[in-house]
């Protein structure tokens, strides 16, 4: 395997026996492409977890990123070959002690990839870990991580033109903070989730119909008012 492509694995997981030379057939069937995404086996589950209906290679751009930041491409770092430089060069790296890294690393690297294809056989074995952070972690530590990451993909957004798929990103976000605290959890946090929302709904529909000024004054003029509504000193207490 050449030394300019790299693959993550988490240390509960494996990849197959031919996982890599899987990955490097379609490497070679595709010489130029930045990424390569495989299928997951997941322990006690038959179901595949890649959709079928993605196209085999990739270079539109808007496909890419809008899929990306809808997350139905898996929001992991493992089971894929990238390129390296895709990750030096741009500073791709996991923050580190933040929970949930590859949620916020999907975000970030939909920006750079300029071609994606995919690898329709399972590749990876993701383990069910009942013990692991992900599976123990409670309400609160899981709305705290989803705001950080809520807020430094929304800092980014605001770097560059804004765009709907980065929009809906952001509702995935809220709509996660939501639902792990829930209506009779930080009533606080709800109420302003619930206003997130709404507010990133109409900035989408206005973005639907071409009212990009609206939606850039709005996003850009409510940025205190945003990051004072996640970071809710009730469940915020740490960075």
């Not at 539109?60 to 060069?89: G, Y």
């Not at 809906?168 to 809220?174: C, D, G, N, P, T």
């Not at 792990?180 to 989730?193: F, I, P």
């Not at 109409?202 to 000024?213: A, F, I, P, Q, Y």
Request: positive net charge; hydrophobic residues 40%; charged residues 25%.
């Amino acid at each position: 395997m050449p030394k300019e492509f790299l693959s993550f694995v988490d240390s509960d997981d494996k990849l197959f026996p031919d996982s890599l030379q899987s990955f490097w057939d379609v490497i070679r069937n595709h010489p130029h492409v930045d990424i390569v995404k495989g299928d997951f086996c997941i322990e006690g589950l038959s179901d595949s977890i890649l959709r079928k209906d993605f196209p085999p290679y990739s270079e539109d751009a808007k496909w890419i990123r809008t899929h990306f930041c809808n997350l139905s491409i898996p929001e992991s770092a493992c089971n894929c070959l990238m390129k390296r430089q895709l990750i030096v060069e741009n500073k791709l790296f996991f923050k580190e002690g933040w929970i949930q890294e590859d949620t916020l690393w999907t975000f970030k690297i939909q920006r750079y990839i300029k071609s994606i294809a995919f690898c329709f056989k399972p590749t990876y074995f993701y383990r069910t870990n009942q013990s692991s952070i992900m599976h123990t972690m409670d309400k609160e530590k899981a709305a705290k991580a989803y705001s950080l990451i809520f807020n430094e993909a929304y800092n980014d957004m605001l770097l560059s033109k804004i765009e709907r798929y980065e929009l809906r990103y952001l509702e995935i976000m809220a709509e996660r903070i939501y639902n792990a605290v829930g209506e009779k959890g930080l009533k606080s946090l709800c109420t302003n989730c619930n206003f997130i929302f709404n507010m990133l709904f109409r900035c989408d529909r206005e973005l639907s119909h071409g009212n990009n000024r609206f939606v850039d004054a709005v996003l850009r003029g409510s940025r205190s008012l945003l990051r004072s509504l996640l970071c809710n000193k009730i469940i915020f207490s740490y960075r």
